[in-house]
């Protein structure tokens, strides 16, 4: 499409007149008539200001289809850059929702137009798997959006190291150790304490709280010191709450899920583990 449809079409899509564009450009509305005709052009001073009235990038303006991993790099780092730091994550996760889209190939109106609160709005899970890799994304209360390329070797590479995560799941179900993970959640950052202050706190039993602290330390959600205090050998615990283990127990949450999808592309003919 040419650069003069291109400014027309734009222009009503923003049900914007001749003149209003006008206006806001310090230009005449025969101006702009002439540019949506071709009979001229826009000055190069006015095409930037031009973009940013009709909301869109350069390249769409002139109609330039082509983009490359680059310029988008740069522009998100931008867009980021620009947004204040409260909003940040939120920009991100709304960047994640858009790559969701993309993802999902020929199903999804690639044309259709940006809506800003569709994230906001949007309270349904959705997944695409293929035979490349696959994504999770939620969009309740704890919104993310992941994403999983298949590896070389194929997901079975986590079976190298199995039985650590068994040992990691069988600390996860014991209910000590919930309530213990939970306490120092609560906590801030190198938080201090001793076992018998653990056990007090969380109602754990001492002849139990042993293999809860066994299991903080397998989580490495704490970290132990011997020290001395007057004359006396003490062990001190200092915690340390990790975003790894919050990010699990939001997963488990969507293992769970038996809601509707908004988007859901089940595409996938071969197994996760190869022989």
Same mark, same amino acid.
Request: charged share 25%.
């Given at each position: 499409?040419?650069?003069?449809?291109?400014?027309?079409?734009?222009?009503?899509?923003?049900?914007?007149?001749?003149?209003? &564009?006008?206006?806001? @450009?310090?230009?005449?509305?025969?101006?702009?008539?002439?540019?949506?005709?071709?009979?001229?052009?826009?000055?190069?001073?006015? &095409?930037?200001? @031009?973009?940013?009235? @009709?909301?869109?990038?350069?390249?769409?303006?002139?109609?330039?289809?082509?983009?490359?991993?680059?310029?988008?790099?740069?522009?998100?780092?931008?867009?980021?850059? $620009?947004?204040?730091?409260?909003?940040?994550?939120?920009?991100?996760?709304?960047?994640?929702?858009?790559?969701?889209?993309?993802?999902?190939?020929?199903?999804?109106?690639?044309?259709?137009?940006?809506?800003?609160?569709?994230?906001?709005?949007?309270?349904?899970?959705?997944?695409?798997?293929?035979?490349?890799?696959?994504?999770?994304?939620?969009?309740?209360? =704890?919104?993310?959006?992941? /994403?999983?390329?298949?590896?070389?070797?194929?997901?079975?590479?986590? *079976?190298?190291?199995?039985?650590?995560?068994?040992?990691?799941?069988?600390?996860?179900?014991?209910?000590?150790?919930?309530?213990? *993970?939970?306490?120092?959640?609560?906590?801030?950052?190198?938080?201090?304490?001793?076992?018998?202050?653990?056990?007090? =706190?969380?109602?754990?039993?001492?002849?139990?709280?042993?293999? /809860? &602290?066994?299991?903080?330390?397998?989580?490495?959600?704490?970290?132990?010191?011997?020290?001395?205090? $007057?004359?006396?050998?003490?062990?001190?615990?200092?915690?340390?709450?990790?975003?790894? *283990?919050?990010?699990?127990?939001?997963?488990?949450?969507?293992?769970?899920?038996?809601?509707?999808?908004?988007?859901?592309?089940? /595409?996938?003919?071969?197994?996760?583990?190869?022989?």
């Amino acid at each position: 499409m040419s650069l003069s449809a291109n400014i027309k079409r734009l222009r009503l899509e923003k049900n914007m007149t001749q003149e209003q &564009l006008a206006t806001k @450009l310090g230009v005449s509305a025969q101006a702009v008539s002439k540019w949506e005709t071709s009979e001229t052009y826009p000055d190069g001073a006015l &095409l930037v200001p @031009l973009a940013t009235e @009709l909301d869109v990038s350069l390249d769409e303006l002139f109609g330039n289809d082509s983009v490359s991993m680059a310029d988008i790099s740069a522009r998100i780092i931008k867009l980021i850059h $620009n947004t204040v730091e409260k909003e940040r994550f939120n920009v991100a996760r709304e960047i994640g929702w858009q790559i969701e889209r993309g993802l999902f190939n020929c199903r999804m109106e690639i044309e259709k137009k940006y809506d800003p609160d569709e994230i906001k709005t949007q309270k349904k899970s959705s997944y695409i798997l293929s035979d490349n890799g696959f994504t999770i994304v939620s969009n309740g209360k =704890e919104p993310f959006f992941s /994403v999983f390329p298949e590896p070389d070797e194929g997901y079975g590479y986590f *079976l190298n190291n199995i039985d650590d995560l068994q040992k990691i799941f069988a600390a996860l179900s014991r209910a000590d150790t919930i309530k213990a *993970l939970i306490y120092l959640y609560h906590r801030a950052q190198n938080y201090v304490f001793e076992s018998s202050v653990l056990a007090k =706190e969380c109602g754990i039993l001492n002849d139990s709280i042993g293999e /809860v &602290l066994d299991d903080l330390l397998l989580l490495r959600m704490i970290w132990k010191q011997k020290v001395t205090i $007057n004359g006396e050998e003490r062990t001190l615990y200092y915690s340390r709450p990790r975003h790894n *283990l919050i990010a699990l127990f939001i997963m488990a949450k969507e293992i769970g899920y038996k809601g509707d999808y908004c988007l859901q592309a089940h /595409v996938r003919n071969t197994p996760f583990i190869s022989k």
